[in-house]
Every structure is written in C-alpha cells, then in structure tokens.
C-alpha cells in the first residue's frame, strides 16, 4: 500500500502561529496557537499540533512538503521552500472559492489587498505595513481602552445609534482621541463604530489602490471582526464573501495548497 | 546569448581602477600640500566621505564582469576625476566660484569664465559612498524648523548651508526647478549664506514658442545678472563650443540607447544611468566626456557583437521612474543577481531633445533652454501630466521592450506621489507591471536597505512569479 | 436675521443659497482655487466665481488614493469633494499652476472628472516686467478661452466695468476690516474673516447690499470686551472662520491679517485706466503675496512685520498647511525675522480639516502667556 502523502502549510505571524495540512481528501488538520518570541518555536508548535490531529502522520519530518509563509517565514528552517504570505493568501482564497477576486487580509501588524488573478496567483497587491493604525494590534489597543475583551469590543458597534467619526491615520492620535471622547460621555457604541468606520476607509484606500473587482472577502485575525465587516460592507456597496475555513488559517493553507504543487 | 563570470581579468580591472582612483586622489592631494589639506578638510568635512569612492567601486562592480564591469569602473573613475576637478576649483578658483542650483546649464558658467558649483551634488553624491551620511544634515534643517516632509535632497542642501560647509561663492543662481521644496530651499540658502542670489523662471507649459522666448530671456537676463555681480563674461565662442561638443556626447548616448534596445541588453544599469547624470549634468561638452562615451559605445558595441549581455541571464526588463535609491546604490547589483533584472534606462536619462543649434547665441540659448525644459526632473514636474508624464513612461517601454516600470517612490518626491494612483490604473489598464518602491532618497531610517529589498521580492515574486537565482 | 449664522450657514456647502438662486437666474458659477486666478475675470456679465472649499470634509480616502497623504489636505480635500459630485455644479473651473499640489491636483482632475470648462493658469514665479508680460498674454488666452465657450463678453469695456464692481466691493470689505484694527475693535478676526470668505465663495451681488449694511452699522457698535493681547494672523489658505474663533476664544484678538484668502493685499483696488488685462495681470502678480513668489521673500517679511506694527500686533501667529512646501521652508525663514524684529511669532501646522483644538488651545494660550498677557 502506499503511503498517504500529506503536506503542510505554516504561516508564522506577528501574534498567532497557524498550521494546516494537507491530505487526499482535503484539509486533514489545522492548529491556531499565539505567537511565541522566537518564530522558529512558534512554527514548532504550530506543526506539530496539526500534524497530531492527522491521524498516522507523525512527526513534522513524514510531511512530503512543508512551506513557510508569514512575517517570521525566513525563520521556519524545517521548511523545504517560503513563499510570501501574499501568494498564499492568494492561493487560499482561490481554493476555497475561485470566484473570489479581491482579498484583503488584515492580521496582527500590517494589512494587505491583493488582486488574484483567475488562476490563484496574484495580479496585483498593495500593503501597508508603516503603521499599526487598522491592524489586529490597534484592535487590541482599542479594546484596553473601552476595557472589554477583544471579541465584545468587536461586536460593540453593531449597537451603534450613529458614527461619531475618529482619525484612524494613527494609532496614537486614535487611541488620544477615543479616551477624549469617552471622557465627554459619548455613548461607546458611537465611538465604536467611528473606529470602526476608520478601519474600513484604510481598507477601502488599500483596495482601491488593486481595484475592487468583485467577489471581496476578508481574511487574517481581523475577519473575525463583526463589527468591521458589517462597516466594510456598508462602505464597499457589496457582500463580503464568507470563507469555508476559518479565515485566519487561510495563509496556511495557501502555503500548503502551494506544497502539494510541489511534492 | 552567453554570459560570463567574474574572473582574474575581472579581478584585476577593479584593482587597476582601484589604483587609478587612489593616485587621482593623491595627486590632488600632494598638488594642495599637507598644511592647505588639512585646512580644507576641516573646513569641508565632507571630503573624507567622498575618499569611500572605492568602497562604492567595490559594490557596484560586486558580480558583475567583462565590458559590463569595465564600463561601471570607467563611469565612476570618471566621476572621481570629476569630482576632483570640482575640488580643485574651490581650492584654486574661488574668486570665480557660484553656486548654481542643479538643473541650470553649466554650459553657459563654463562659458563665462565661472567655476561652477552645484549645492545639491553632495546630497546627491554622498548617499552613494556613505549610506546614512545625510542624515545630520537632515536633522540641522529640521531642528531649524524645515518640515520633514519636504524632499530630503533640498533639506540635506539646506542643512549644508545651515552648518556652512558649501564654499564661499560670489553668487548664487536658482530657477523654480523641478519642484516647490528645491525652489523653496534658495530663499534658506541666500539667506544663511548672504550672496546675492538671482532666480530663473520656467514656465509650466513649455511646449510653445512663446515658453521658449520667455525662458530663453530669462536665461539672457541671468548671463547680465552675473556679468553685473561676478567678473565672468560670455564667451559666445567659448559657449559654441561647449555646445558642439556636448552634441557630439548626445550622438554617443544615443548610439548606446539604440543598442539596449537589443534583448537582452549589452550594457545597463549604472553604465546608462549614472554616465548621463554626471556627464551631461556636471561635465557637459568636456573632451574626458566625449572619451568616455566613445569608449561606453565601444564597449556596449562589442558587447552586442560579441553577442554578450550586460546582465548574465536577464530574464526582466526594467525602466526606473524618479532618481535612483541613493542610499541603497547597488539595489540594481542586487536584483540583477537576485532575479536576473536588467535596468535599461531611466527617468533621470530619458530626454526627447538632445542637441543645441549652434548657428547663433540665440538659437543656442533656445536650444540650452528646450532641453532643460524638456528635460529629465523638469518636463516630468509641469505641463499637463497627460502630455509628458505618462507618454513618457508608455513611449520608454515600448522602445526598449522593457517588462516592467519600478517607480522610486520617493516619500518627498509629492510631484510623483501624487501621481502614482492613475499611474497605476494606467498601467493596469495597459498590462505593464508597476513597483512603487515606497522609501526616502536619502534617509535609511524611512525604508533600510532590507526594507527596499523586500518590496522588491514581493513584487517579483508574487507578481512577476520570478525565483531567486540562487 | 441672526447675520452671523447666515453668514456660516453659507460657508457650510460650496453650493450655498446665493450660488442656488443666481444659478436659477441663469448666472453661470466658474469655480477657482488659487489667489492667482483673476477672479475679475470670472466676473463679468453671466459669469460667476466660487473659491472652491470643502468645508465639512469627514476624510479624504479617495481623493488619498490618487494624490498619496503627503499632498497638502486642501487639494485632497477638493479632489474628495469633487470626485463627491459636491462641485458638479459648477460649469468649469480654472486652477493655477502656482504649486506642486494645485498642478497635480489639476492633473489628477483631467483624469478623474473634468467638467465642460478646466483651466489652469501658468503664472510665473517673478514679478518683473517679462513676468507681467507673459503673464498678461496668458490672461488673454484665457479670456478667449472663456468667451469661445461660455459666449460671454470679455472685452476691454466689460472688463473696466467688472474692475469697478470689483473695487467697490472690496473697498466695503477693507473698510470693514478697519473695525477689527483699531484700538479699540468693534469685530473679532473671525466674524471678519467669515464674511471675507463668504464674499469669496458666493455671487457678489446679492451680497454687496448686506455687506455696507453692516459697514453702516459697525460704528454703532459697543467695542469688543476686552481681550488679552492682539495678533497678526499670517499663512497660507485658510478658509475656516473656526480655526480663528478657537484662538480668540483664548484672547488673542486677530486685528490683521497676511492670509492669502484674507484681506490683504489682494483687497487693494485694481487700476481702473488703461489696458484692463495687463493691470489685471500686474495686480494679481504684484498684490498676492505667496511664498511660491522667487527672490521677493524680504519684502514678504519686511511687509509682515511693517503691519505687525502698523495694527500694533503683540504678536505673529503663522499658520501653514502640513506638506506645503513653499510655506514650510518659508515659515522657518520668517519666524527668524519676526523674531529678529522683537516681534513674539508662534507657527502653527494644521490640516486642512479643523482638529485637534484641544492642543491649539494650549498652544495660543501659552503663546499668549509668554507674552506676559
């Protein structure tokens, strides 16, 4: 009998660590863990999670190929190949639904927009990686301040009577001017969908520079932002397309889309 | 075509240019005497940067061999004696010395009996030599309250002034040129400085007679203003000259344009771009010019004879729009051994009108007049962006057969920034790959060296879908 | 009426209640964005100007995708507004090549949205004789350009005529202005400034006998209650009454001003013999003082401080657009003068968009503190 062939995707981010592999039949295990300091152990502990919900597998080692994707890539040396996380999100996305055209994938520390082209690949991308202002991190800053955790922070604005609007071109003058507004006795839900409102411009400026080609979806730690999604698809005129897998593991599983192409 | 490594003879071209550079440099040295050195080297601190010109030799020969290698060596040995020249001026000619801001024409200061010296060709130079060596001028501007979103080039300049390391000049001339903070800079400038300073007006639509006789009169008025404040006088003669001989370096470049077309290319990069930057710019109309263009021609000539690429194994085309990174000058060293890409020509190159009528004083002014108007920095900053900005962009890829445009979108450039969203849609629309390089010209703490490269490879990995070469 | 909020109410969008009704008498609104263009000239029977504004703008995330965030937040804010269909109903509009932002944003415009008519002036950077010439046919240019498409009457006597009108009304405006110089002050900087903006970007007609009404009126008035110390306000474009109220609200009275979309010195009557066109063209080259201006900074300093004490200022606010080249670097440059002339000068960086009053507060009022005020 043959040996089943299983590759494996790992996309080593700024905050979380994700693994995701591949079998015959499709995604055969994933893992989501938080980021340790040194990227090589996050990517660890990230493989071998998943690789131990695979029945049979193993150790990383039986893996027939494994790509490094994410900011902490080049540090993955168990790794046969890196690809950026921007082709891999590509391909990710392209997977699950090849209808999909526009990403934006906002995660810890910077957002992208990336134009997939009709074969996975990508036609063109914008990044902005200068300012945390719109990333996960700004999220979790915003979140101390209304003194909430993140998931009921994100869901906060969706009770929101009206927008009162907030800079969101940094993260310090937003983080000066929310306390500013809180302390006048704003009702947070307002302020929370100005924040809100602010992340969804930055996407828009970002997707603009690809152009908009429909279907739009979102991925990284971010889509699981309700209260920025229902902000986005008030601002874009369309529906973001939901995703089949958890949209934060999408890099992960470009990469191992990517290494079964390869092995 | 085939290729060729680096091998002995490569090895010891640069050790003979390494020599060459070094004895030019001692020979000024032993000219001026131990005791005026050391005086000038206090005085000008920014002379033991230029002594790194090996050190740049070094990298911009790293990887590169034959012809290719040679013609680099050959341009910036030439810059070295360039720059030599220039020195020697201050030492020996400052009671002819003036500060001109750098799109003016030396021809007509040579003409006229006047030793040149451009305020921005430190800001230019040193990033080359010294990657970060700006950076306490950049900061002497700021901590006088220039903004820091103001174009590094003017602001280095300004913070020259500022901690007076430019030479005594009797006068100082500037025009509107090319952008609002360079023209800004010489009100700081004459103002630190105390000269008197005269400014040359060109008008933003250019394309016209009546844009021509203007800044042609302002060019006549110039030449009077520093006849009145300075002991040069034209020399038409002279002037004609100048002109005829810069027209025979224009014939040259052309000839080498003509063979880059070829794919792949027999010559790039640095040989293209950094030969017409300081030639035509600082030693137009020069014997040592013509020389070194007739050998560039000879070389690329061979090159493409010999059925050799500049670029072992060019698999992509590049134009550069805007100056190249300073900071990081062997970014196309690294790409071409990276990804195979050759740099064809650029923004700074790229002109439309090459030669000056000679037949009258005239005609000669009209023609020095068109070809800054209609040059590199001036013709992309005015006029209606849809009659020169793009046209050029567009007109440059389909005649070199290039594959991609590389914008270096340099953050104090506006005039480009505001540019690149229908810059893009337009190349989106024409199927051309687009890079914006997002960075500073001049000041690594914006975008490293590491930032650059990684802009780089993503675009040539996910767009271009290129693999490393090694 | 309740003047003062009739007056900011037609601040409040560039298509306010005067530019509706002269609309719908047939009057034809030619938008301009710059000193430099002769608004004269956008005056004469049919026609009439509107200075563009964006006065409301939430952000400008379109308008950044084409002019990137580091153009000044004024001509992104009209690129916003345009591409917001907040000017489609102007006819045309005429720019002026008068820097690096307004150009691109012109080109940016051609691409984006050009209506029926779009212009954009070559105004040379001098202002000598060769400059008044050129500058002289470039205006003649635009007459033609303008009669060949709206059909409207630009000859010399039209021109005469609108030069007159021109003058008269803004010599209600100068002398309105004297109000708020005095010693003792019947009007603050920020109701005067109010009405110097509405005057700019409304029909001047309908405006004309509601403005020398209240120039009757003002020497009825009781003086202002008293203020800490009186400042000269100086900068680039500035058209936000609110910016002003903020620092009187902290006593610093603004009695004069050096705005470029204030009252001096483009107020100054315009010749009213000779060829129309080139006292047009000599006037607005010679009386609009911006530091896109080459080789005339001294005289822009020396004329900053000569009204500092003329109008007996006890201090110099600048304030400047953020990435405006011209006025950042000159800014730096006057605010050595200024203080070389033993005249107090804080300078001041502010988005085109009204923010962050919290920190400009503290800002005048410390200003005003190391007055010893």
Not at chain 2, 223 to 233: F, M, V, Y
Request: proline fraction near 6%; hydrophobic fraction near 40%.
């Amino acid at each position: 009998m043959n040996k089943i062939r299983y590759y494996g995707g790992c996309d080593v981010g700024s905050t979380t660590g994700k693994a995701v592999i591949l079998g015959p039949d499709g995604i055969a295990g994933s893992s989501l863990i938080p980021s340790e300091v040194d990227p090589e152990i996050t990517a660890r502990l990230a493989l071998e999670k998943a690789c131990a919900a695979v029945a049979g597998l193993g150790d990383i080692g039986n893996l027939a190929y494994l790509i490094g994707t994410g900011y902490g890539r080049n540090e993955v040396p168990f790794a046969n190949e890196n690809i950026s996380e921007i082709s891999c999100h590509a391909m990710g996305v392209f997977w699950c639904d090849p209808s999909i055209k526009t990403v934006v994938d906002i995660g810890g520390q910077d957002m992208k927009a990336i134009a997939v082209a009709d074969d996975g690949t990508v036609r063109e991308f914008a990044m902005n990686d200068k300012c945390a202002a719109g990333t996960g991190r700004f999220f979790e800053a915003m979140s101390r301040i209304f003194r909430m955790d993140l998931d009921a922070f994100s869901n906060l604005s969706l009770n929101a009577k009206k927008t009162i609007p907030v800079t969101a071109q940094c993260s310090v003058f937003a983080e000066t001017e929310v306390i500013s507004l809180l302390a006048k006795r704003n009702p947070p839900a307002d302020i929370a969908a100005g924040i809100q409102n602010a992340v969804a411009k930055r996407c828009f400026t970002l997707i603009k520079r690809v152009g908009l080609k429909p279907r739009l979806t979102v991925t990284g730690g971010c889509a699981k932002n309700q209260g920025l999604l229902v902000e986005l698809k008030r601002m874009f005129q369309i529906d973001i397309a939901p995703l089949t897998i958890d949209p934060q593991l999408i890099g992960a599983l470009g990469a191992a889309i990517l290494a079964s192409r390869k092995g | 075509m085939s290729t060729i490594k680096p091998g002995l003879s490569d090895y010891l071209l640069f050790n003979k240019y390494r020599a060459i550079n070094l004895m030019n440099i001692g020979r000024m040295a032993a000219k001026h005497g131990p005791l005026d050195m050391h005086r000038d080297l206090k005085r000008y601190p920014w002379i033991w940067d230029l002594l790194e010109v090996n050190a740049l030799l070094k990298r911009l020969v790293e990887g590169r061999s034959g012809n290719y290698r040679k013609a680099v060596a050959m341009v910036t040995g030439g810059v070295v004696e360039g720059v030599i020249e220039l020195l020697e001026g201050i030492f020996y000619r400052s009671d002819r010395l003036i500060l001109h801001e750098d799109l003016l024409p030396p021809e007509i200061f040579r003409a006229m009996g006047l030793q040149p010296w451009v305020p921005e060709l430190l800001g230019i130079l040193m990033p080359m030599l010294v990657p970060d060596t700006m950076q306490k001028y950049l900061d002497a501007a700021e901590s006088e309250g220039i903004p820091p979103d103001i174009c590094s080039l003017p602001r280095a300049t300004i913070g020259m002034a500022l901690k007076n390391v430019f030479p005594e000049a009797l006068a100082i001339v500037s025009s509107n040129m090319p952008c609002d903070g360079g023209m800004s800079s010489y009100t700081i400038i004459a103002r630190q400085m105390k000269k008197p300073a005269y400014w040359v007006d060109i008008p933003f639509d250019f394309k016209n007679e009546r844009a021509l006789d203007y800044f042609a009169g302002e060019l006549k008025d110039m030449i009077a203003w520093l006849e009145k404040h300075t002991p040069g006088r034209m020399d038409w003669e002279r002037l004609k000259e100048i002109c005829e001989k810069r027209n025979t370096m224009a014939e040259l470049e052309l000839d080498i344009w003509d063979m880059i077309r070829h794919r792949p290319a027999p010559m790039a990069a640095e040989a293209i771009w950094m030969s017409h930057l300081w030639f035509f710019n600082i030693n137009p109309g020069y014997d040592t010019s013509i020389k070194l263009f007739t050998d560039l021609k000879d070389l690329t000539q061979k090159n493409l004879e010999a059925n050799v690429s500049a670029v072992p194994h060019e698999k992509y085309r590049a134009l550069l729009w805007n100056p190249p990174t300073l900071h990081y000058i062997d970014l196309m060293v690294w790409a071409e051994r990276t990804y195979g890409v050759s740099l064809i020509l650029d923004s700074m190159s790229f002109n439309r009108q090459p030669f000056i009528d000679t037949a009258t004083p005239d005609s000669i002014l009209k023609s020095l007049g068109n070809i800054i108007m209609q040059g590199p920095m001036s013709r992309h900053t005015r006029g209606p962006a849809e009659a020169n900005y793009f046209p050029d962009i567009f007109h440059m890829v389909k005649h070199f057969d290039l594959d991609m445009v590389w914008v270096a979108g340099h953050i104090g450039c506006k005039n480009t920034q505001a540019m690149s969203g229908v810059l893009r849609e337009k190349c989106r629309d024409a199927g051309i790959p687009l890079l914006v390089i997002d960075y500073d010209l001049m000041d690594s703490r914006i975008t490293p060296k590491e930032g650059i490269q990684e802009q780089v490879g993503n675009f040539m990995e996910n767009i271009m879908k290129a693999k490393r070469l090694f | 009426m309740d003047t003062d909020k009739w007056f900011s109410k037609l601040l409040d969008e560039p298509l306010n209640e005067l530019v509706q009704k002269s609309m719908d008498e047939g009057q034809i609104p030619i938008g301009y964005s710059c000193s430099y263009v002769p608004e004269v000239m956008l005056s004469v029977d049919g026609l009439f100007p509107v200075r563009m504004h964006a006065t409301g703008i939430a952000g400008t995330e379109i308008a950044d995708n084409y002019l990137s965030s580091v153009i000044c937040s004024y001509t992104r804010s009209l690129l916003e507004f345009a591409l917001d269909e907040r000017y489609d109903f102007l006819r045309g509009w005429v720019f002026a090549a008068s820097c690096d932002h307004l150009r691109r944003l012109y080109d940016n415009l051609e691409y984006l949205k050009r209506p029926g008519f779009s212009r954009i002036l070559d105004v040379p950077h001098k202002t000598g004789d060769a400059a008044i010439n050129w500058y002289t046919d470039e205006l003649k240019l635009f007459a033609k350009a303008l009669t060949d498409h709206f059909g409207v009457d630009l000859g010399a006597d039209a021109l005469a005529k609108a030069i007159r009108e021109h003058n008269a009304f803004n010599a209600v405006l100068r002398k309105i202005g004297e109000y708020r110089s005095g010693d003792k002050p019947v009007m603050t900087g920020t109701e005067y400034h109010r009405l110097v903006i509405a005057a700019g970007t409304s029909p001047k007609k309908p405006l004309l006998p509601i403005l020398k009404k209240i120039r009757n009126d003002l020497p009825k008035r009781d003086p202002l209650p008293p203020y800490r110390a009186r400042l000269l306000l100086a900068g680039g474009h500035l058209d936000d009454p609110g910016y002003i109220s903020i620092i009187e609200s902290q006593g610093g009275l603004i009695v004069a001003d050096r705005l470029c979309t204030g009252s001096y010195p483009g107020l100054l009557p315009i010749p009213e013999t000779g060829d129309p066109i080139a006292a047009l063209a000599k006037h607005y080259l010679t009386k609009t003082s911006c530091p896109r201006m080459m080789e005339a900074f001294r005289e822009r300093a020396e004329d900053i401080v000569k009204l500092a004490r003329e109008c007996r200022a006890d201090g110099v606010v600048i304030q400047i657009l953020k990435f405006c080249d011209t006025w950042g670097v000159e800014a730096a440059a006057f605010v050595s003068c200024i203080r070389e002339a033993g005249i107090p000068v804080l300078r001041l960086e502010r988005d085109y968009r009204l923010g962050g009053e919290g920190q400009l507060r503290t800002r005048i009022q410390a200003f005003i503190e190391s007055m010893g005020k």
